[in-house]
């Protein structure tokens, strides 16, 4: 889990651990003061999702998603993530606490059944809407 801090809906990491240093490559030291959206893919940026999901947690508690993410060294791998806000005891946000898994298997397992039989494809997509 990271601990991203909040400055009006801009957060940095300023925690990591040896499951994210596996799956993002970053070194903690590396990845401390970064933006949040250091991860993400251009596409993701253009469409302002890193924000968008950073408001979202913080106007309903929770942001959960999947979609593709960025490790250090440029590759891409499937994440599923949950963002919870973090609040004080008055109930001021005072940052993020964010699940990264990477789940880039089972989309590829998803992308095959697909690609070997169409029909059964739009039954999982149906099933994942």
Not at 88 to 100: H, Q, Y
Request: glycine content about 8%; proline content about 4%; aromatic content about 6%.
């Amino acid at each position: 889990m990271s601990i991203l801090p909040s400055t009006p809906l801009v957060s940095t990491g300023v925690s990591g651990n040896s499951g994210a240093r596996r799956l993002k490559g970053y070194e903690r030291e590396e990845i401390i003061g970064q933006p949040y959206f250091t991860f993400f893919t251009q596409e993701d940026r253009d469409r302002s999702l890193p924000q968008k999901a950073l408001e979202t947690a913080a106007s309903e508690s929770r942001f959960e998603t999947e979609g593709w993410r960025i490790r250090k060294d440029g590759s891409e791998f499937c994440a599923s993530v949950v963002i919870d806000a973090v609040r004080n005891e008055s109930g001021a946000l005072i940052g993020f606490a964010k699940v990264t898994r990477d789940i880039t298997e089972r989309e590829e397992a998803r992308r095959r059944l697909i690609e070997s039989d169409p029909d059964q494809g739009r039954v999982v997509a149906v099933r994942n809407n």
